[in-house]
């Protein structure tokens, strides 16, 4: 129940091509949908978040396409970069005294 | 000015040593966690405290103590330290806790290495 699954666990993409992770959820409590990114040596950073009230969000070329029946998110990076090079995780919460419960992240690695 | 910093970045110790990682955090949050970071890269939450108040404890060994001298500090203490033990530390904080949509910072990590 309380368990983010996440998928692929690495991905190799192109420069300049889409980027896709998804993400899968059991709790239908959960109300809060962020994905963090990690670089090397250093702590995730939240980078977009999405509430179950949209079916999708865009930050940039960060977008977060959000299916409440199917509950399932995933993020997409257009125009993947080398600098978009990084450890991916997605995570959910419930409002409360719940923490927010990683997905096991995706490892993008990003080639010219 | 480093948001949420951790002492020391790096660790190095013997198995059955006791050891101490801090933590300090300067964005005026109230609520502040440890994270471990497996090597496979895997985040799990080990405590949260609110306030000072210890109000999240995942299924941590005993040997694990968190202590918040004031809502700015949390610190980790281990003791016995075993080979299992090994992995990165995060501590991060929030303003409110992560379930009404606080944003998590998090410091850089502290790699423990238990040999």
């Known amino acids: 129940q309380q368990q983010v699954k996440q998928s692929p666990q690495s991905l190799i993409v192109q420069k300049g091509g889409i980027s896709i992770i998804n993400c899968a959820y059991e709790?239908?409590?959960?109300?809060?949908f962020p994905w963090y990114q990690q670089f090397p040596g250093k702590g995730p950073a939240l980078l977009i978040a999405?509430?179950?009230?949209?079916s999708e969000k865009k930050e940039g070329r960060f977008t977060i396409s959000f299916n409440k029946s199917a509950k399932q998110f995933s993020l997409h990076i257009m125009d993947s970069q080398p600098g978009d090079s990084a450890t991916y995780f997605c995570?959910?919460?419930?409002?409360?005294?719940?923490?927010?419960?990683f997905g096991k992240g995706t490892r993008l690695s990003v080639i010219a | 000015d480093t948001a949420v910093s951790q002492t020391p970045k790096y660790l190095v110790t013997q198995m059955g040593n006791d050891k101490s990682i801090k933590c300090e955090q300067n964005?005026?949050?109230?609520?502040m966690y440890w994270y471990k970071q497996d090597s496979k890269k895997f985040l799990k939450i080990m405590f949260s405290?609110?306030?000072?108040?210890?109000?999240i404890n995942e299924t941590v060994p005993n040997r694990f103590s968190p202590k918040s001298p004031d809502k700015a500090h949390l610190n980790l203490h281990i003791n016995s330290l075993e080979l299992g033990d090994s992995a990165v530390y995060f501590c991060?904080?929030?303003?409110?806790?992560?379930?009404?949509?606080?944003?998590?910072?998090f410091g850089e990590g502290s790699r423990l290495t238990v040999l």
């Open positions: 405290y609110n306030n000072k108040e210890l109000i």
């Open positions: 709790n239908t409590a959960f109300d809060y």
């Open positions: 999405i509430r179950p009230d949209v």
């Open positions: 995570a959910a919460t419930s409002s409360g005294n719940t923490p927010l419960v």
């Open positions: 991060a904080s929030s303003h409110l806790l992560a379930g009404a949509a606080g944003e998590l910072f």
């Open positions: 964005l005026g949050h109230d609520t």
